[in-house]
């Protein structure tokens, strides 16, 4: 099967003319995934939240510097 552009499109009109179903789909999709990679997951966010903690520290070092020279 030869995938083109007419069948992008017809892709693409079904995604809206069915929109729950393909959410659905999606949904049950992106479950699917999380279960598989949940420790991923969990690292990731664990790691943003430690970045955001360390630029909140640095953003307070950087807001005193600048105060105290005023």
């Known amino acids: 099967m030869v995938y083109n552009e007419d069948a ?14 393909y959410r659905e789909y999606v949904n049950k999709s992106a479950k699917k995934y999380y279960q598989n990679n949940k420790e991923k997951s969990n690292q990731k966010s664990l790691g943003r939240y430690y970045l955001k903690k360390e ?12 105060t105290d020279n005023k």
């Not at 992008?8 to 179903?21: G, V």
């Not at 630029?55 to 600048?66: A, G, P």
């Open 55 to 66: 630029w909140e520290i640095f953003r307070h070092i950087l807001l005193d510097v600048s």
């Open 8 to 21: 992008k499109m017809a892709h693409y009109r079904w995604r809206q003319t069915h929109m729950d179903q």
